[in-house]
């Protein structure tokens, strides 16, 4: 199964930037759908961005026009360029894969199958 690891948190003041990268380890470009969740403190788990296996991407409401989700096939990697950061942004931000044979490519967490272990973002004020 593949494994996913996250890189690239931090803290940054409000309106900052951060980019995230998920190194995975096998062939993710048509292979898997991609996708960030975020998880702040004893809230649920929830969708951010995703990409299907054609490359199209879909996001929250709530980072449309900030972040921008992207693949690098040669190094299969998936990014999450954050701009415009809010200190509401602040949680841990997971990459995670989905199999196309056993689900779709939502924003739900549920329909993925594999996880990275996280990376912290925070933002101040």
């Known amino acids: 199964q593949v494994q996913l690891v996250e890189s690239g948190g931090g803290s940054v003041h409000a309106v900052g930037s951060l980019r995230l990268a998920c190194a995975a380890s096998?062939?993710?470009?048509?292979?898997?759908?991609m996708g960030w969740f975020l998880q702040a403190p004893g809230q649920e788990r929830e969708g951010v961005a995703i990409?299907?296996?054609?490359?199209?991407?879909r996001y929250a409401d709530s980072v449309k026009g900030r972040f921008t989700i992207s693949t690098y096939a040669a190094k299969n990697t998936l990014y999450l360029q954050m701009n415009s950061l809010k200190p509401e942004d602040s949680a841990m931000y997971y990459c995670?894969?989905?199999?196309?044979?056993?689900?779709?490519?939502?924003?739900?967490?549920?329909?993925?199958?594999?996880w990275g272990q996280g990376a912290q973002v925070t933002v101040s004020s």
């Open positions: 995670a894969a989905g199999d196309p044979w056993r689900g779709h490519p939502t924003l739900g967490p549920s329909e993925y199958h594999y």
């Open positions: 990409v299907d296996r054609y490359g199209s991407p």
């Open positions: 096998e062939n993710i470009h048509d292979t898997y759908y």
